[in-house]
């Protein structure tokens, strides 16, 4: 097999035009933001759900990535401010966590938990997943841990990333608690500058129609049954596609910190089976120092296709047809393929060591070397499901729902050796770290079928994961450059329920 690389232009210039640069690029972005035709962009995220949490009172200062350095900055803070910021930063004052978001005084991890940080301060990407699993109106259910949690994560983290199931299955889809945990990761991170971004869970799309079918028709009272509906919430509540800025850039979680976003892919054409087009509201890409991070609209449940009827819930394609999740399905699974791609190339061109793919869904099977296949037999068997895809999309080369994403993920990390790839996802509940293709291998000439650089790792999930995490961290000059290691959060620990211990819900 023949890989073609591509010549990359030397970025070697005199400094003088590299600080001429510099700053029409910072006076482009300043116009850009001014004259952004969705409105100020700094509005607050809060005024959009009734359960809120005031934030800090201290005067916000706009960060942004000078690109393309990606060099983090402040445009409000100086050399030697931000230098006493960064070493406040590193040695954080002791508090004690109480069961309702930090107030002013409160946002500091205890002196212990940061010593086991990094020495150099906030560091790394830091994942969370499946979580909370609790309810999230009571004090003594577990809900306070997940809180110090993401504190600590926004203190001791470059980047805090939710990757879905923001609630537990069994929970109605309400405007009240779909995004309550994510936004209390996204103050967190307001509060202490780093940058929060987040992908959807099953539990808050594909699940909603459970409350339909739960020991009756409707029995359940919910704002949302359908997985389309749901997915529209998200997206306005978040401000995941208003936000714009030069068309493919867009804003963080904090609209604090731009990102790329997968704002134009098939403008204006109309999704198969659909009577509405393409958008890829949840594909984000962001640079730090040494790596890149994608987030991608991968659920679990067979990518909106899986078949609850057999499971009790009897309703399910009453209030959610089929046929809108197989447009949802294609719409999503289309905008990822061509989002892998471009987001390898661009951190390939960037001389990145690393880069990561973070969704929600388990996506592989015997120990990742194979695709998660429908079940055999009955109504989403692969034969419907080919017959799906062959009548509505025209197409015949997709056997089974994850099959796409298996094979650009196979095939983008042998096209980019000199990368190391790592999927990053939830859904089984579970710590754990495989490396895709295992049993296949580079020797051979072109017979090459893996360079043994891609990693799939799953965070810890259900009520358990309220004091723990995953930390990756990059080392450009090791030949091993990303190690990650699961975190336990030692101000959640103290909080009661004292331990890794939960109230399930």
């Given at each position: 097999m023949t890989i073609k690389t591509r010549?990359?232009?030397?970025?070697?210039?005199?400094?003088?035009?590299?600080?001429?640069?510099?700053?029409?690029?910072?006076?482009?972005?300043?116009t850009a933001e001014v004259n952004d035709e969705h409105g100020p962009l700094h509005a607050s995220a809060d005024a959009l759900t009734s359960d809120t949490v005031a934030t800090s009172t201290t005067t916000s200062r706009e960060l942004f990535f000078d690109?393309?350095?990606?060099?983090?900055?402040?445009?409000?803070?100086?050399?030697?401010?931000?230098?006493?910021?960064?070493?406040?930063?590193?040695?954080?004052?002791?508090?004690?966590?109480?069961?309702?978001?930090?107030?002013?005084?409160?946002?500091?991890?205890?002196?212990?938990?940061?010593?086991?940080?990094?020495?150099?301060?906030?560091?790394?990407?830091c994942v969370i997943g499946c979580t909370p699993y609790v309810e999230l109106t009571r004090t003594d259910t577990g809900v306070s841990k997940y809180m110090a949690m993401v504190e600590e994560m926004a203190q001791t983290c470059d980047i805090v990333?939710?990757?879905?199931?923001?609630?537990?299955?069994?929970?109605?889809?309400?405007?009240?608690?779909?995004?309550?945990?994510?936004?209390?990761?996204?103050?967190?991170?307001?509060?202490?500058?780093?940058?929060?971004?987040?992908?959807?869970?099953?539990?808050?799309?594909?699940?909603?129609?459970?409350?339909a079918s739960a020991g009756g028709p409707y029995v359940q009272p919910a704002d949302f049954y359908k997985a389309a509906d749901a997915r529209a919430f998200l997206v306005d509540a978040l401000q995941l596609g208003a936000n714009e800025v030069r068309?493919?850039?867009?804003?963080?979680?904090?609209?604090?910190?731009?990102?790329?976003?997968?704002?134009?892919?098939?403008?204006?054409?109309?999704?198969?089976?659909?009577?509405?087009?393409?958008?890829?509201?949840?594909?984000?890409?962001?640079?730090?120092?040494?790596?890149?991070?994608?987030?991608?609209?991968?659920?679990?449940?067979?990518?909106?296709?899986?078949?609850?009827?057999?499971?009790?819930?009897?309703?399910?394609?009453d209030v959610d047809p089929l046929m809108d999740r197989f447009g949802m399905y294609l719409n999503a699974m289309e905008c990822a393929m061509?989002?892998?791609?471009?987001?390898?190339?661009?951190?390939?061109?960037?001389?990145?060591?690393?880069?990561?793919?973070?969704?929600?869904?388990?996506?592989?099977?015997?120990?990742?070397?194979?695709?998660?296949?429908?079940?055999?037999?009955?109504?989403?068997?692969?034969?419907?499901?080919?017959?799906?895809?062959?009548?509505?999309?025209?197409?015949?080369?997709?056997?089974?729902?994850?099959?796409?994403?298996?094979?650009k993920l196979t095939e983008v990390a042998l096209k980019y050796p000199n990368l190391q790839f790592t999927v990053v996802h939830a859904d089984g509940h579970r710590y754990q770290t495989l490396r895709m293709n295992s049993d296949l291998n580079n020797r051979g000439g072109s017979r090459t079928v893996s360079n043994q650089n891609l990693r799939v790792h799953m965070v810890e999930g259900g009520a358990k994961a309220l004091t723990m995490w995953t930390r990756f961290t990059v080392d450009p000059t090791a030949f091993q450059p990303m190690t990650l290691k699961e975190e336990w959060s030692e101000s959640a620990f103290n909080v009661a329920p004292y331990g890794h211990s939960w109230i399930p819900y």
């Open positions: 010549t990359r232009s030397s970025h070697c210039r005199p400094l003088k035009r590299i600080l001429a640069l510099s700053l029409v690029s910072l006076l482009a972005l300043a690109y393309p350095n990606q060099r983090l900055r402040s445009s409000g803070q100086t050399a030697a401010q931000r230098k006493r910021t960064r070493k406040a930063n590193r040695n954080p004052t002791a508090t004690t966590q109480q069961p309702t978001e930090p107030s002013d005084n409160q946002r500091q991890v205890s002196t212990a938990a940061a010593a086991s940080s990094s020495t150099k301060g906030r560091q790394g990407l990333i939710h990757v879905g199931d923001t609630k537990p299955s069994g929970m109605a889809c309400n405007r009240s608690n779909m995004v309550k945990s994510v936004q209390w990761m996204r103050n967190a991170a307001k509060r202490h500058g780093a940058i929060a971004l987040y992908t959807p869970g099953d539990n808050e799309l594909n699940d909603c129609h459970r409350s068309k493919r850039r867009s804003k963080d979680l904090t609209l604090q910190y731009l990102v790329d976003t997968h704002f134009n892919y098939k403008k204006g054409e109309t999704v198969p089976g659909t009577n509405y087009t393409y958008s890829c509201d949840f594909d984000k890409y962001v640079e730090l120092d040494h790596y890149a991070v994608v987030t991608l609209e991968v659920p679990g449940s067979l990518w909106y296709l899986a078949d609850e009827t057999r499971n009790g819930y009897t309703l399910q394609d061509d989002w892998i791609e471009v987001s390898a190339l661009k951190a390939s061109d960037s001389g990145k060591r690393a880069i990561f793919f973070t969704f929600q869904g388990i996506f592989y099977s015997n120990y990742g070397m194979d695709p998660i296949s429908q079940p055999s037999g009955g109504f989403y068997s692969e034969t419907k499901f080919k017959q799906y895809m062959k009548t509505i999309a025209g197409r015949t080369d997709i056997d089974s729902a994850y099959d796409p994403l298996f094979d």
